[in-house]
């Protein structure tokens, strides 16, 4: 038997049952997406707020460095116009306390850094999965639907064939050598009791 080459023969049937279908499926995965959407923009928009108040921190820590290291090098300055020893040891205790709190205080910047380079990070990917989830639904959706289409023409092309058949039989023109369906055709039986039912007027006919 000649393969049907067109698998849209009843577009009526096929496309409203397929877009009927896919359109449920859209509903459901259209909720669930807008879901993990919402509570992925929400979250990226939270984790890109927190990043900037740890960079503004980090800004601040850089100004009070930079304010600290002058007031100590103003105190080393005028300890040495000093000649209190006591003064002077004083002054270079509140140095090394200094400069011990200050490498303190970078190291911190520096962690609270690597925060902000891994939080966005995160950013990017929660962004990239949801788009790719975005595609992915679209792509499902195009494969659903020929994969529909399809499977439609299974019983929209059994059913072709035999509203052929009926419009000779109703002209008074029996077919002859009616065809058998596809090997993954629908509805088999049906078109098996067609069948025995034309044979059957047929013989009415011509007794």
Known sequence: MKKRTNYLIDKKFQLKHTFSIIGLKFVV???ITGAIAFNAVYNNGQLSRNN??????INDQSNIIIIQDN???????YSQAVKDKTRIK???DVALIHGRNMKTLEQNNSTIGDIITH????????????VTVCV???LQGIALYFMLIRRTHRISGPIFVMSNYMKQIIRGDFPENMRQLRKHDDLK????IFLEMVQSLKKSRDA
């Open 71 to 77: 007031n100590v090098e103003a105190l080393l300055t």
């Open 29 to 31: 995965i259209a909720l």
């Open 136 to 138: 992915f639904v679209i």
């Open 90 to 92: 004083a002054i270079h």
């Open 119 to 130: 939080t966005d990070n995160v950013i990017r990917h929660n962004t990239v999965l949801l």
């Open 189 to 192: 039986e049906f078109y098996d």
């Open 52 to 57: 900037t108040q740890l960079q503004n921190i």
